[in-house]
């Protein structure tokens, strides 16, 4: 599958969160790790919102790049088409991925705080899974807002449950999955960061193998 823009072949692909100036993309064929030569410019399209999407299962999404093989050079799209269909930004750079810049783990952190924030704002989840077009649902991890008698909460969920982490509770011996909420407020949607990024470090991976997926819960109300 490819979108040809002139003589060029631009193919689609999953992308991973911009993570210490690295990100993965996946394609049908392969999946690849980059360095980024605007890691930040990227970083603020990711997750909020802004970026092509394609369609899964149960009216769910995950956000969609297209790649030029040849050049390495990665277009992001808008999510909705425009009069004049422009590319959100100028084609990234995308070369043989080097040593992360910082802590990846650190970073991932504050990456999914921040998309937690924006995700709350447009009333929608996001779920952190394995990257891939034909990737398992479990592992994973959810947050999300719920209104519950006119107050909003914010929750997290984590499958199969974490253990020994010292921030999600230890469950009992069987149970498949935990969840945790309290009263959204800035500090408690950010804390997303550290839920998931605690249960993500279980699941024997590294940063960069990880992909989101969007979604509203009224679609499955």
């Known amino acids: 599958m490819s979108e040809s823009t002139g003589s060029t072949n631009l ?3 999953l992308i991973s969160p911009v993570v210490g100036g690295m990100i993965r993309t996946w394609s049908e064929d392969e999946t690849r790790l980059w360095s980024v030569d605007d890691p930040a410019a990227l970083g603020a399209l990711l997750g909020q919102g802004l970026v092509a999407r394609t369609a899964l299962p149960d009216n769910k999404f995950r956000e969609v790049a297209f790649l030029n093989p ?3 050079a990665l277009t992001v799209q808008p999510r909705f088409a425009s009069q004049d269909s422009a590319a959100l930004a100028a084609p990234f750079e995308l070369t043989a991925a080097t040593a992360p810049t910082g802590g990846a783990w650190e970073d991932l952190e504050a990456v999914l705080a921040s998309i937690a924030i924006s995700a709350a704002g447009r009333g929608e989840f996001w779920l952190a899974e394995l990257g891939g077009w034909d990737s398992p649902h479990e592992p994973n991890c959810l947050f999300t807002t719920v209104d519950e008698s006119g107050l909003a909460n914010a929750v997290m969920e984590a499958t199969p449950a974490p253990v020994g982490t ?3 509770p230890e469950v009992p011996h069987g149970q498949a999955g935990v969840s945790v909420s309290a ?3 800035q500090d408690t949607i950010e804390a997303a960061g550290i839920f998931a990024v605690s249960a993500i470090e279980t699941w024997g991976v590294t ?6 997926t969007f979604g509203k819960l009224v679609d499955f109300a």
Do not use: R
Request: negative net charge; aromatic residues 12%.
């Open 11 to 13: 193919e689609p692909v």
């Open 70 to 72: 040849q050049t390495q």
């Open 166 to 168: 010292g921030v999600w």
């Open 183 to 185: 009263p959204a407020s």
């Open 207 to 212: 940063p960069w193998d990880i992909n989101l």
